[in-house]
């Protein structure tokens, strides 16, 4: 198995300064993003890997809401090794979560807000409730990006201009599909799970007007039985 010096050096990016929305997921072998209602429950060593790795080399975490109260999202910290190779590498110690929410049906007071090591950025458009955007706002930044609801595009622009160029796309489905249909999906790190879940869980991606588009293969490593792929888009 991969050790973390490996998988820096496996899914780096080539030019920090060029916007790169980089998207990051499990899967079981029959397409299923969940096991027991929670993505976490496909996951193992490789895959935790993985992810730790993707939030070290990131300049921020996008999330959707629903991911944030379905897997129960603390703040975001990292350990005493991360922090000294993000400070080596120029980058500041933590990467901000930002939250992509419509009704803004966040608990100001959950751990997200509250135990956070960098203030977090809540996402949302110009007629979600205004009485929720003024408790969010005491606790984190509120970036209205779209009128009626949440413009993707526009957002993504807006986390450039706040300096944040590399962007990591932790789900769920539904924010996935948004972006796919925005076109604004650079790359896709797919953690395979040898499992078949069968059942109702969802697709990694859900969004009924989004148009397919080519990938290319970066890498295929396998991990065990698990295998790690990575695709970015192909130009």
Do not use: K
């Not at 609801?149 to 201009?161: C, G, I, K, R, Y």
């Amino acid at each position: 198995m991969m050790d973390i010096g490996e998988a820096r050096r496996r899914y780096a990016v080539t030019d920090r300064t060029v916007p790169h929305l980089r998207v990051n997921f499990v899967s079981s072998l029959d397409g299923a993003a969940t096991h027991d209602g929670l993505s976490g429950g496909l996951g193992d060593d490789a895959d935790r890997l993985v992810f730790d790795t993707l939030r070290m080399l990131t300049d921020l975490i996008l999330v959707g809401a629903g991911t944030v109260r379905a897997e129960g999202y603390g703040g975001i910290r990292f350990t005493d090794d991360a922090v000294a190779w993000r400070v080596g590498q120029g980058l500041p110690e933590h990467p901000p979560v930002a939250i992509v929410s419509g009704r803004l049906d966040l608990d100001p007071a959950s751990a997200v807000f509250t135990r956070a090591a960098t203030r977090p950025i809540v996402v949302t458009h110009a007629q979600a409730p205004a009485e929720r955007r003024a408790a969010l706002a005491a606790v984190a930044d509120v970036l209205v990006c779209g009128e009626a609801s949440v413009d993707h595009a526009l957002m993504l622009a807006a986390l450039t201009e706040r300096g944040y160029p590399q962007v990591l796309c932790e789900g769920g489905p539904s924010l996935f599909g948004a972006l796919l249909a925005a076109d604004r999906v650079d790359e896709l790190c797919l953690t395979l799970a040898p499992l078949l879940e069968s059942g109702r869980a969802s697709r990694i991606a859900t969004a009924a007007e989004a148009t397919s588009r080519r990938m290319r293969l970066v890498h295929a490593l396998p991990a065990g039985d698990t295998l790690l792929l990575r695709y970015q888009r192909a130009r």
